[in-house]
């Protein structure tokens, strides 16, 4: 559902029968017969689970991204699929972070003003490139004022950009976080100084159009991640591509303002195991985790106990005919 525009499309259909996964292994042992294993391939260039966060006001279905799953049973492959034959699953598209991160982002800029014939030199760079969600960022402010003016104070910002890739592109900007501080540079001196900011979105709770990862229910809901697009060639990626820079200005004093802008990755670490990561924000957990993967953790030894509404173990989850 992307800004107004509802868009379903058929990324993958599967028809071929695979070997029995674990949990389809126990209920055909249960005798509980026409269990059928089914594989859905994703492919790689579709975009991200991404909701745009709306505004107190604003009523309806969230815009954003969705992906689900839909099983139905049919007589021939030509029969279009109904309500009364068929169920579907919501599932969470999501990116981890590579395993290479890229160059230490670094930029400056000189600036001359009229009627004075030396210039100001402005240099920052950031300690890496890539960050985790809740990891504070640290910004290197280097200033070489050799002008007549004088630098009245810096101010520094982490702004989200989304970009809303439909028929025609539409993009977001919002600050998630944000610094101003009365440092001054006199004429004629230098300045260095190391800020930190750190962007979450318990700070940004409030804010129309911020996208966030997943649905806005989710408890692992934190501010969106960066969009890796593997194949930049490809134009007809649909979705919300999501970018992240930070932004340093100089408020000079009868001079304008002088500002730079450093592009880096926020994104979620790539898991080390197989296990789901349950919790991604940077709050801390109060109760452990729930493990959800039953199909992969179910063991031959294991006595299970179906119940019609056992998914309503899983926390945040309470939308019966979204995620049923």
Excluded: W
């Excluded at 304008?256 to 450093?262: A, K, Q, T």
Aim: with cysteine; hydrophobic share 35%; glycine share 4%.
């Amino acid at each position: 559902d992307l800004v107004g525009y509802y868009l379903t499309t058929a990324a993958h259909v599967g028809s071929m029968q695979h070997s029995h996964a674990a949990l389809s292994a126990y209920l055909i042992k249960l005798s509980i017969i026409n269990i059928v294993s089914l594989i859905v391939v994703i492919p790689q260039n579709l975009p991200c689970s991404v909701t745009l966060q709306p505004g107190p006001e604003d009523t309806g279905k969230a815009c954003g991204v969705d992906f689900e799953i839909r099983a139905f049973c049919a007589k021939t492959m030509e029969e279009k699929n109904h309500k009364r034959n068929s169920v579907r699953l919501v599932i969470r598209k999501v990116q981890y972070a590579p395993e290479k991160p890229g160059p230490q982002p670094m930029v400056e800029t000189t600036r001359s003003f009229l009627m004075s014939d030396r210039s100001l030199h402005l240099e920052a760079s950031l300690d890496k490139e890539l960050y985790y969600h809740g990891e504070p960022i640290s910004v290197n402010v280097h200033v070489t004022n050799n002008s007549t003016k004088t630098v009245k104070r810096v101010k520094i910002s982490v702004r989200q950009y989304a970009d809303i890739c439909l028929f025609s592109t539409a993009q977001y900007k919002c600050p998630v976080a944000q610094i101003e501080a009365d440092d001054q540079v006199a004429s004629s001196s230098t300045f260095c100084k190391v800020y930190t900011l750190t962007p979450t979105l318990n700070n940004n709770r409030e804010k129309r159009g911020l996208a966030l990862d997943g649905k806005l229910k989710h408890e692992d809901t934190n501010l969106a991640s960066s969009t890796i697009v593997k194949d930049v060639s490809n134009k007809e990626v649909l979705g919300v591509l999501v970018s992240y820079r930070v932004k340093i200005k100089l408020v000079v004093s009868r001079g304008g303002d002088v500002s730079v802008e450093l592009p880096f990755v926020l994104m979620q670490p790539k898991p080390t195991d197989s296990t789901l990561l349950h919790s991604t924000s940077a709050a801390p957990m109060l109760d452990p985790p729930i493990d959800t993967n039953l199909i992969e953790s179910l063991t031959p030894d294991d006595d299970i106990v179906f119940e019609d509404f056992a998914r309503l173990r899983l926390k945040g989850i309470i939308d019966k005919e979204e995620d049923c």
